[in-house]
């Protein structure tokens, strides 16, 4: 006989994208479950319930408290999926918000030199500890992370990860042309140790973390980079292919003249075996309809980042065409390009950046939540709140924001959602559960 469980009931309203299996985003109408006064049941980090709390399950559960169950009160208050980042860079947390230019120059200026810094181990410490701190403070339960060219400051990355209780999908930067000489790698020791790193930590603290390739973008990248990338990434199945794709005009004209046998950006990264289940394309702005007909046969990910198109002025993403094409794509916040971590602001930007085309808060909610999860082949296990998924969760406090009214609580839910959304950030949270871990609570 096993020792009996305790089961965790946070009781609040409870409101999360509903699943629907084989629906592609073309078909989905972006509903929710909507418990005003609900319970969310969580055994040993998985989902085991999600009931009313006034149905005679929540009655039957509610029965247990005091014996086998403990219940967190979270009324006034919304329980909702952890949010998912589908791009952003550890090691620029230094440099948010330095801006005034286009993407290569503001690279130079910037963002080369903080991350050559991460030759030091201490600094590289003290940054990836500070970094999984804000992730959960902002939410964020799930992320894709760029670190630097450095293998030690990646394996002090992912211990610090594995300390904080974080989900997230990272791995090296692959670096081996045009860049600072701080910046270069020998190609052979780049694949080398990348390998080595997707060995040692993907699957690595039961799941939670998970190995993404990373070679930076087109032009700082040889073809036998490339080439060899593309041999590891597919040779190692489950792991990731994480990269920037079609972001600035200047960007693009370089990787065209660099690589003049491929149709398009997106046709440079197909040809090195770079495209596919579990490849993230970080941006993705200036495609045209064949990148995205192979983005969707591909079943490839792509990340769309309005705050930092914003910062950076790099242009809009074809939000609409990409829904249409049925294509699998989240949010990012790719900090510090984008300059905040919250994805109530991501969501805000994304409607924000379309001159001509209205983004409802529920698909946004979606987006920034199952939307991800999904696009990273991970919908099964997180994103939503369902039973037998993994618990990771926030609890959100929308009175904790100025500009929200009072008795916000009693509007309807889609009036709430819209609330986070164009009000929200940061300090709506107040506590963060990865795998029905606490990584965050508010001081109060
Ligand atoms: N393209 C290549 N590197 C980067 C980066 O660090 N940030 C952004 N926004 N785009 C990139
Ligand atoms: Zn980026």
Partial sequence: MGSAKTTYLYRGHIVSPVSKEGADCQSLQYDFIDLRDG???????????????????????????????VLVDCSERLIMPGLVDMHLHLPQVTQTAKSGQHLLSWLNQYI???????????????IARWFFKELAANGTTLAVVFTTIHETACRIAFEEA?????????????????????????TEESLAQSLALAQRWHGAADGL???????????????????????????????????????????ISTVSSMFPESRSYLDMYSRFGLTGKRSVFAHSIHLDDQDFAHVKESGSALAHCPSSNFFLK???????????????????????????MSLFEVMKDANFIQPDYWIEPRELFYRATLG??????????????????????????????????????????????????FLGDDRLIDQTY???????????
């Avoid at 080369?112 to 003290?126: G, I, N």
């Fill in 209 to 251: 973390l998970q190995y993404a390739f990373t070679p930076r973008f087109g032009v700082t990248s040889t073809k036998e980079l490339l080439r060899g990338c593309g041999e590891l990434w597919n040779s190692l199945p489950g792991t990731y292919l994480h990269t920037h794709l079609s972001e600035a005009r200047e960007e």
């Fill in 372 to 421: 991800g999860a999904r696009a990273l082949y991970m919908g099964e296990q997180v994103g939503s709140l369902e039973v037998g998924k993994e618990a990771d969760f926030i609890v959100v406090d929308p009175r904790a924001k100025s500009g929200i009214v009072d008795n916000i609580m009693s509007h309807p839910t889609d009036e709430i959602l819209s609330c986070l959304v």
């Fill in 314 to 340: 790099s242009g809009v993403f074809h939000y609409k065409r990409a829904r249409e094409c049925g294509c699998l794509f989240g949010l990012g916040s790719d900090v510090a390009a984008g300059p905040h």
């Fill in 39 to 69: 319970l969310l049941a969580v055994e040993e980090g998985r989902i085991v319930a999600v009931q009313d709390a006034s149905s005679l399950e929540g009655q039957i559960l509610l029965g247990k408290v005091g014996s086998s169950a």
């Fill in 112 to 126: 080369f030199p903080a991350e050559a810094r991460f030759a030091e181990d201490d600094h590289a410490r003290k």
């Fill in 162 to 186: 594995e300390a904080a209780g974080a989900r997230v999908i990272m791995g090296k930067v692959m670096m081996d042309f045009h860049s600072p000489e701080a910046l270069t790698e020998k």
């Fill in 434 to 444: 990865v795998r029905g871990r606490l990584l965050f609570e508010k001081s109060k």
